[in-house]
């Protein structure tokens, strides 16, 4: 076991195939008609008319707005549909995020493809923030995300993982996991979109494609923070009313093109860091 396990310390060979998904555009189109009712071809008939038209047009445009970006309050099918799974982009679902948490982490997840996608996410954010160095937050997550018995089985071997003295000093910690004085140590992930590549009644695989922060920010770093670009695919099962992790693969990338951008000083990034929280995703 080692922490190509965890969200972030991948090692590509561990990938699975399969495609990232299609980068889904959302249009309006409205109606075909004949010439343009804002100043285009003449058009004969009465101004009455002519005004109808345009509030005809107005309204169905306001409409088509309502429809599209309304809360549908209604259980989802849960991804059953395959071929909508795989050229669904990730939006909005119009559904709220859940009220509830466990260890701190967000819980009781809808038992729905959109649920299981927010789960994935929220757990993912989770296994790959700096609360995964200390032991007891550490086992609290891990209770927490995955299914008890794979709980019970990966707890050692984190613990094992994480508490290389080796490792913590690779990466510029102490062997107790703290950051030397002055300096911040950063571990975050940032997640860009999901998609559900699978899914049965009680169980999903779930692509979530990031992009993670680490290192440690200050005077004299020598592991200054870096971005890193994953896709983490998940699996999951329906345990106990909530979706809960059983296994997962990662590998690199996408990478997007970096652009010619100035590095931010020690301090930016550590008041970036400490000011900025993170979120409850959902989908």
Request: net charge negative.
């Amino acid at each position: 076991m080692s922490l190509g396990d965890e969200p972030g310390y991948g090692d590509a060979s561990r990938g699975e195939d399969g495609g990232y998904g299609g980068s889904g555009q959302t249009r309006t189109r409205l109606p075909d008609r004949p010439g343009d009712v804002y100043g285009g071809a003449r058009r004969r008939g009465s101004s009455s008319r002519s005004l109808i038209t345009v509030v005809g047009v107005v309204v169905l445009l306001i409409a088509a707005i309502a429809f599209a970006n309304r809360g549908d309050d209604s259980p989802s099918s849960g991804g059953e549909d395959g071929d909508k799974a795989k050229t669904s982009p990730t939006a909005a679902s119009g559904d709220h995020p859940v009220d509830s948490k466990v260890a701190g982490i967000p819980s009781g997840f809808p038992h729905t493809g959109e649920g299981a996608q927010s789960a994935a996410t929220n757990y993912a954010v989770a296994l790959g923030s700096t609360d995964m160095f200390d032991t007891e937050q550490r086992h609290a997550i891990v209770d927490a995300v995955y299914v008890p018995d794979v709980a019970a089985a990966r707890q050692p071997d984190l613990d094992a993982a994480y508490s290389s003295e080796k490792f913590l000093t690779n990466i510029g910690l102490d062997k107790t996991g703290a950051a030397p004085t002055g300096q911040t140590f950063i571990s975050r992930i940032v997640p860009v979109g999901t998609k559900l590549t699978a899914s049965s009644t009680n169980s999903a695989k779930v692509e979530l494609w990031y992009t993670s922060l680490f290192g440690l920010s200050g005077e004299g770093s020598t592991n200054p923070v870096s971005e890193s670009w994953y896709t983490t695919t998940y699996q999951l099962k329906w345990v106990n009313g909530d979706w809960k992790v059983t296994d997962f693969t990662q590998k690199d990338g996408p990478v997007p093109v970096g652009r010619d951008q100035k590095a931010s000083t020690a301090d930016d990034m550590t008041k970036a860091v400490e000011e900025y929280g993170g979120f409850t995703y959902a989908r």
